[in-house]
T-cell receptor, first 113, second 113 residues
Framework: GQQLNQSPQSMFIQEGEDVSMNCTSS?????WLWYKQDPGEGPVLLIA?????ELTSNGRLTAQFGITRKDSFLNISASIPSDVGIYFC?????????????FGPGTRLSVLP | DGGITQSPKYLFRKEGQNVTLSCEQN?????MYWYRQDPGQGLRLIYY???????QKGDIAEGYSVSREKKESFPLTVTSAQKNPTAFYLC????????????FGPGTRLTVT
């Protein structure tokens, strides 16, 4: 099945900097989800988006559901060392995928002290 | 304390042996999923179940089998027919209806030699 595209693939930032990453698809989705995964652990749900154009925050994290329904963005403000990990996006619904979820390959974030 | 448990965390098997991975949830979620994660790739869907006694194949079901005899349990069997079984396996669940927030267990790392 199709997977989503995430960029950048990896990024190295200084502690305190803001981070932006995005997720794109050739198909439209009804729901976008963002997860964070630490090494050897299961992904943890950060934010769920249900409506095109929606902007949702969770602490220092802000995510947006793209207006075309084919993309989503995640921003992290004032990064800290515990932000290190892999960030995955997932799309759900739309005409091509029904109830199931499609995942991106992840953006690996490293935070330098 | 609600959540999803997977056991064991690490599993080692010889080639040619079947092995069953456990997944239990006490969130009263209706739908349960099994994913496979390989390095540098997004999660790929193996099987999913929307309701007890019913399950559907995902994108990479060959060499795997599941059962859903109880709402809280969704075990995955990796059979000897699976060509490349070494991977990190993740179980997930979600409440049915309009919620598409999918939650993951901690994962089981299976190594077959």
């Amino acid at each position: 099945g199709q997977q989503l595209n995430q960029s950048p693939q990896s990024m190295f930032i200084q502690e305190g900097e803001d981070v932006s990453m995005n997720c794109t698809s050739s198909s439209i989705f009804n729901t976008w989800l963002w997860y964070k995964q630490d090494p050897g652990e299961g992904p943890v749900l950060l934010i769920a988006l249900y409506k095109a154009g929606e902007l949702t925050s969770n602490g220092r994290l802000t995510a947006q559901f793209g207006i075309t329904r084919k993309d989503s963005f995640l921003n992290i403000s004032a990064s800290i060392p515990s932000d290190v990990g892999i960030y995955f996006c997932a799309g759900q619904g739309g005409p091509n995928y029904g109830q199931n979820f499609v995942f991106g390959p992840g953006t690996r974030l490293s935070v330098l002290p | 304390d609600g959540g999803i448990t997977q056991s064991p965390k690490y599993l080692f098997r010889k080639e040619g042996q079947n092995v069953t991975l456990s997944c239990e949830q006490n969130l009263n979620h209706d739908a349960m999923y099994w994913y496979r994660q390989d390095p540098g790739q997004g999660l790929r869907l193996i099987y999913y179940s929307q309701i007890v006694n019913d399950f559907q194949k995902g994108d990479i079901a060959e060499g795997y089998s599941v059962s859903r005899e109880k709402k809280e349990s969704f075990p995955l069997t990796v059979t000897s027919a699976q060509k490349n079984p070494t991977a990190f396996y993740l179980c997930a669940s979600r409440l049915a209806g309009t919620s598409y927030e999918q939650y993951f267990g901690p994962g089981t790392r299976l190594t077959v030699t």
